[in-house]
């Protein structure tokens, strides 16, 4: 239950709304050193904090304040009955990124070709015809901002940083529940 998951284990122990964290003293070096080498200086950084500000940076384990959309039917696992080229979606997957380029170069052209034909009828035909299955594009190529969950009540309580939410956030694209894109290990 994606409510029960925000309520009872992440909110109590997480701020969405991430106003009581400030930039220490190794965020800040850090800051003046990728100011000297704007080009050349890359953060790689395991915090989900997101206080590396105005640096060219990496969080390897994301950031508390983004959210992703992942699919229904996937799971990640290397089991020997989970054929790759089965899945909807290849979670994880260097190919992802490039069947979704695909894809979308596709969908282009099938709008050119439906834009080139001139009768209505037939247009409307074509496009009724032509389902091509579709994968949110929050779950590959962008990050759900904390300004686009939906609905809106659940964005304002966190965004003011609520311990309990009336609903789970929703992705703005599919309409699913969404988790925070942010890997967390027990130390």
């Not at 390897?60 to 983004?66: E, T, Y």
């Not at 009955?81 to 990124?97: A, I, M, N, T, W």
Request: hydrophobic letters at 30%; one cysteine or more; proline letters at 8%.
């Amino acid at each position: 239950n994606p409510l029960n998951w925000y309520n009872d284990f992440w909110l109590p122990h997480f701020n969405s709304s991430n106003k009581a964290h400030k930039p220490n003293e190794g965020h800040l070096a850090l800051q003046q050193l990728c100011a000297l080498f704007p080009n050349s200086c890359h953060v790689i950084t395991q915090n989900v904090d997101g206080l590396h500000e105005n640096t060219l940076v990496t969080e390897a384990h994301g950031r508390i304040g983004l959210y992703k959309c992942i699919p229904d039917e996937d799971s990640d696992t290397d089991s020997d009955e989970d054929e790759d080229e089965d899945r909807p979606v290849h979670l994880g997957h260097r190919r992802k990124s490039r069947v979704m380029r695909q894809n979308i170069i596709a969908q282009e052209q099938l709008l050119e070709f439906r834009d080139g034909i001139t009768n209505e009828k037939n247009r409307k035909q074509f496009t009724q015809s032509y389902q091509q299955p579709t994968i949110c594009r929050f779950q590959q190529l962008e990050s759900i901002q904390l300004d686009q969950i939906q609905p809106l009540s659940v964005r304002h309580a966190l965004q003011m940083g609520k311990k309990t939410l009336p609903a789970p956030p929703i992705c703005p694209s599919c309409s699913r529940p969404v988790p925070p894109q942010a890997l967390l290990f027990d130390e």
